[in-house]
């Protein structure tokens, strides 16, 4: 859909590994972002990116590191997972910053931590 | 962003049209009015948006009000495929990077058939 995809769709990991998500676009688009979604908390911003090598934090970046070494991929990763990571992970695009600018976002990813 | 309020559920039945409110009674000037929905174990997706004048697309209607404090999102004859949580989202023309762009609770429409 769109042409853009998370993987992998689901991910059971234990406490303290290492974990790595990656969304792909086909779009050329130069934003991206990582969003978790919890219940009670609606969808929050882990971090964002408005172009190659460019990042910043969102509002619960904390645990969480990014890389975007080429335009067409945005990886999110978890240096050692902890069970308050356990979420569905979305990943989203957009073409220009601008407020008249509509999200696409992927299928997420379905993270457990046990 | 300015907050938004929006009722938690509401329900309606198939083939008849669904209007879902949105309180933004703090909205500035500069702010767009955007609603999104999410389907059942999907992400969401963009519905329309507006920021003075009421809007139509192919999937819905945006009204919003005079004074910009309040907006209504029309579906006009709701579908069973129409049950999803929808989210109306302030975003400022301000907010460069998208990083603003904040998810309440949104409203969980069923559609009863």
């Known amino acids: 859909d769109a042409g853009i995809t998370q993987s992998p769709r689901h991910k059971v990991t234990e406490t303290g590994t290492p974990v790595t998500l990656r969304c792909h676009q086909t779009e050329n688009h130069r934003y991206m972002y990582w969003y978790r979604q919890d219940p009670g908390h609606g969808l929050r911003l882990i971090h964002y990116?408005?172009?190659?090598?460019?990042?910043d934090k969102g509002e619960v970046s904390d645990g969480y590191s990014v890389s975007r070494s080429k335009t067409e991929d945005f990886l999110l990763t978890l240096e050692s997972a902890t069970s308050s990571q356990t979420s569905v992970y979305f990943c989203?695009?957009?073409?220009?910053?601008?407020?008249?600018?509509?999200?696409?976002f992927g299928s997420g990813t379905r993270l457990t931590v046990v | 962003d300015a907050k938004t309020t929006q009722p938690n559920s509401m329900e309606s039945n198939e083939e008849e049209p669904v209007h879902l409110p949105c309180n933004h009674s703090?909205?500035?000037?500069?702010?767009?009015i955007h609603w999104y929905r999410q389907l059942p174990s999907q992400g969401p997706e963009y519905v329309i948006h507006?920021?003075?004048s009421n809007v139509n697309n192919r999937m819905a209607s945006l009204a919003i009000a005079e004074d910009r404090k309040s907006s209504t999102l029309i579906l006009h004859r709701a579908t069973l495929r129409d049950a999803a949580v929808y989210y109306c989202i302030l975003r400022s023309r301000q907010d460069n990077y998208g990083q603003n762009f904040v998810f309440g609770p949104g409203t969980r429409l069923s559609v009863l058939p």
């Open positions: 990116s408005y172009g190659v090598k460019d990042t």
């Open positions: 507006g920021l003075t």
């Open positions: 989203a695009i957009k073409e220009s910053g601008a407020a008249t600018y509509g999200y696409t």
């Open positions: 703090t909205i500035s000037g500069t702010d767009y």
